[in-house]
């Protein structure tokens, strides 16, 4: 079935450092890709997307590429602020809206100043 | 539009009771989704409806939970008798027909049962 992997956290950057957050998964075809991001006491909500491969999905400084080669769909940030501190998830889903969303662990990551 | 909302935001209750969580979806959304989130075993599906049809309900834990959508504005879930190992944080959340649509989600109910 359908799988989503991420990096263990929790990942302890500091401010102004670059981000990388892992993820891969595993899927019989090219489903939509999305990056959540929940903060403290709040709900998980979308950060990006990349429905199709070799998109970037962007947004608030993040990034991610789809790329189908290597089943991975990786998140980035060039400079984190304490406000990013929160725990991220990847997860998949097939186009068609009655689909499940697949999610990953999340990630916690933790941004000193 | 407010968003799924989520009643209540906390609940504390004791070992035995029946303890009954709430969802509002957004209007217009057709899927909705209950997870559970603990730290143990991450984020959880319970169950999915799909224009207020049980679609999977495989996550369900076991008899002592049951999920109803009587219409497309509101959904329940309830634990009955609820447990310690029930304490954790129950999501809704929904997601509109059409390709490549995320999942909006509630803030939450965080449940402990002492």
């Known amino acids: 079935g359908d799988s989503v992997t991420q990096m263990e956290g929790p990942v302890t950057l500091s401010e102004e450092a670059f981000l990388t957050i892992n993820c891969t998964y595993t899927?019989?075809?090219?489903?939509?890709l999305f990056w959540y991001v929940q903060y403290p006491g709040e709900g998980l909500q979308l950060l990006l997307k990349?429905?199709?491969?070799?998109d970037k999905g962007s947004n608030k400084g993040f990034e991610a590429t789809y790329r189908k080669e290597t089943t991975s769909f990786h998140l980035e940030k060039g400079s984190v602020q304490v406000s990013d501190s929160a725990v991220y998830f990847c997860?998949?889903?097939?186009?068609?809206?009655?689909?499940?969303?697949?999610f990953g662990r999340g990630t916690s990551l933790i941004v000193h100043p | 539009d407010a968003g799924v909302i989520q009643s209540p935001r906390h609940e504390v209750t004791e070992m035995g009771q029946e303890v009954t969580l709430r969802c509002k979806p957004i209007s217009g959304h057709n899927s909705l989704f209950w997870y559970r989130q603990t730290m143990m075993r991450g984020l959880e599906l319970l169950i999915y409806?799909?224009?207020?049809?049980?679609?999977?309900d495989s996550g369900m834990p076991e008899d002592r939970f049951s999920a109803k959508m009587p219409n497309a504005s509101f959904s329940t879930l309830k634990i009955q008798p609820s447990e310690p190992r029930d304490s954790a944080v129950y999501f809704c959340?929904?997601?509109?027909?059409?390709?490549?649509?995320?999942?909006?989600f509630g803030q939450g109910t965080r449940l402990t049962v002492v």
């Open positions: 990349a429905t199709k491969a070799d």
């Open positions: 959340a929904s997601s509109p027909a059409g390709d490549y649509t995320e999942a909006f």
């Open positions: 899927a019989t075809g090219y489903p939509s």
């Open positions: 997860a998949l889903r097939w186009s068609g809206g009655s689909y499940i969303p697949t």
């Open positions: 409806f799909n224009n207020n049809v049980p679609i999977d």
